[in-house]
């Protein structure tokens, strides 16, 4: 009997401990607010539409601050937060200061939110569907989105500054950068292709026209008429010849040397990456695909989850 009694014992602890390890690790699920906020993907939805239609642009901004979001402690809302007097954010870090932007449309879907379910969806979950919605609506792929996250009450403007990969990376820089979050080489590939859509300021592309040898001579000459040698930094470009639709194309250019950054190039420039390339470059279907699945995973980068962090009712401030 004592043996019995202690054999239920155990049995009981070690359930306890499973349950709170679930608790702590809960995974995130495309149900999360099925109850407590069901117009959650619908206002989101209406607000990026609005936007995009206002500026197609919008869908690459929101795509852009998706990624600098999960890169930097994961998909928490971070890249969210304004500086204030007692708090430094992300947003004046190397890779977002200046070219940052679309927080007003983040804005305007919160805002309608906490109208609906006040303090209910976080502002992390809001940039995931929203950078979906924004790639759905100009033409891309869409996915089921697993939800769930909560938002930091921190930031790490150095985390910004170091594990977000900038447009001069080499391939052997953004591979390991990328197997820094989880993700593989082919994972780091699709995922450039959010550079499908967009635009990148003159800054970032100047050396390419410049100095770069693996360019096409007429793309070169065709780029510097807005990106003078010195000054014009904040000049735009577009990433490919089609950046308010999303396809493709991306790869067709880096196949013909003309893709805008250093970073786009090196995926195309005798190493392991080239037969990816190429394979997107005639498979619109294998990229949509693959793009999908990988927006997943980066979704999934260490989002706070349970009682960690919190659900801001301002998607710019801690509560």
Not at 85 to 114: H, M
Not at 124 to 136: N, Y
Request: aromatic share 8%; net charge positive.
């Amino acid at each position: 009997m004592a043996s019995s009694i202690s054999y239920l014992f155990v049995t009981l602890i070690l359930t306890i401990i499973s349950l709170l390890a679930c608790t702590s690790n809960a995974q995130l699920s495309p149900t999360f607010y099925a109850t407590s906020c069901p117009n959650f993907q619908r206002i989101a939805r209406d607000e990026m539409t609005k936007a995009v239609n206002r500026q197609p642009r919008n869908a690459a901004s929101i795509l852009r601050l998706f990624f600098h979001d999960c890169f930097v402690n994961g998909c928490d809302g971070s890249v969210l937060l304004d500086d204030t007097a007692t708090f430094t954010g992300e947003k004046n870090a190397g890779p977002n200061r200046n070219s940052a932007r679309g927080f007003e449309v983040i804005d305007a879907i919160k805002t309608r939110l906490e109208a609906a379910c006040n303090a209910t969806v976080s502002c992390a979950d809001i940039l995931a569907v929203a950078a979906r919605d924004g790639v759905a609506l100009l033409g891309g792929p869409t996915w089921t989105v697993p939800l769930g996250r909560r938002d930091a009450r921190t930031a790490s403007q150095s985390a910004a500054n170091s594990q977000i990969p900038g447009p001069s990376s080499s391939l052997a820089t953004l591979i390991s950068m990328f197997a820094a979050k989880g993700l593989t080489a082919q994972d780091m590939t699709v995922l450039s292709g959010g550079h499908a859509i967009g635009f990148a300021r003159c800054a970032a592309f100047r050396n390419r026209i410049y100095n770069d040898t693996n360019i096409d001579p007429a793309f070169a000459t065709t780029r510097r008429t807005t990106c003078p040698a010195t000054g014009g930094d904040p000049n735009l470009a577009p990433l490919d010849q089609t950046p308010n639709r999303f396809d493709n194309s991306y790869y067709q250019n880096l196949v013909n040397r003309r893709g805008l950054l250093h970073s786009d190039q090196e995926l195309f420039n005798g190493g392991s990456q080239d037969a990816t390339v190429r394979g997107y470059s005639t498979n619109p279907a294998s990229f949509a695909r693959d793009f999908a699945a990988a927006m997943v995973k980066m979704g999934n980068i260490s989002p706070l989850t349970g009682t960690n962090g919190e659900i801001r009712r301002n998607c710019r401030v801690v509560n």
